[in-house]
């Protein structure tokens, strides 16, 4: 069974950095994307950054030059590096793969629990 565990989420002040880390364990047969969402109160669930298999990378706007997403297949980890944050950065936020567990299985999106990022002073 696949499963995907966020780390790295805290509470740090504005301007200030944090490195996520999502976990991947069991096996994945192929993975087309992941990425990075995030939900803050009372709103909708948002992309943050994606990256593709390739190694293509989409960020949204307002995280443009301060976020940097990147993976590390040996490791089965994908990480999302944070400068500069601020406080509307707050939220939950939930790796997803986009990804197929066996051959000729259809791809889906599998997605982690969630890690609080809550950017204050």
């Known amino acids: 069974q696949v499963q995907l565990v966020e780390s790295g989420g805290g509470l740090v002040q504005p301007g200030g950095s944090l490195r996520l880390s999502c976990a991947a364990s069991?096996?994945?047969?192929?993975?087309?994307?992941m990425g990075w969402y995030r939900q803050a109160p009372g709103k909708e669930r948002e992309l943050v950054a994606t990256?593709?298999?390739?190694?293509?990378?989409n960020y949204a706007d307002s995280v443009k030059g301060r976020f940097t997403i990147s993976s590390d297949n040996a490791k089965n980890t994908l990480y999302l590096q944070m400068s500069s944050l601020k406080p509307e950065d707050t939220a939950v936020y939930y790796c997803?793969?986009?990804?197929?567990?066996?051959?000729?299985?259809?791809?889906?999106?599998?997605w982690g629990q969630g890690t609080q990022v809550t950017v204050s002073s």
């Open positions: 997803n793969y986009y990804a197929a567990t066996y051959f000729g299985g259809r791809f889906k999106d599998f």
């Open positions: 069991g096996t994945f047969f192929s993975i087309n994307a």
């Open positions: 990256i593709t298999k390739i190694g293509s990378t």
